[in-house]
């Protein structure tokens, strides 16, 4: 059964720095996968953050591009997220996503706020 799990959540204070881990379970070729991060703030619809394909181009909403980094380590199925210069509208649960053809597995979320 495949697992996401993310970790690295917490609070941070404006303009601080913050690295998400999305770690991978039970999955076979993990490198076929298109990475996703989404996130949910209270009383906003789920966004796309970042995104990197199996060939490590990238794509990031303009919110956060210049400021947010999308990585993977295929050798350890893991994936992150690493957050500069955080603002209080980066407040989110946020969300890893494996994508590959029909495959879609999604992770629980972990809860980032942003403290002025």
């Known amino acids: 059964q495949v697992q996401l799990v993310e970790s690295g959540g917490g609070l941070v204070q404006t303009g601080g720095s913050l690295k998400l881990s999305c770690a991978a379970s039970?999955?076979?070729?993990?490198?076929?996968?298109?990475i996703v991060w989404h996130r949910k703030a209270p009383g906003s619809q789920r966004e796309s953050v970042a995104t990197?394909?199996?060939?490590?181009?990238?794509i990031y909403d303009d919110s956060v591009k210049g400021r947010f980094t999308i990585t993977r380590d295929n050798a350890r199925s893991t994936a992150y997220l690493q957050m500069n210069s955080v603002k209080a509208e980066d407040t989110a649960v946020y969300f890893c996503?494996?994508?590959?053809?029909?495959?879609?597995?999604w992770g629980r979320g972990t809860q980032v706020t942003v403290s002025s």
């Open positions: 996503g494996l994508l590959w053809g029909s495959n879609h597995y």
């Open positions: 990197m394909t199996p060939t490590k181009n990238t």
């Open positions: 039970g999955i076979t070729s993990f490198s076929m996968y298109t």
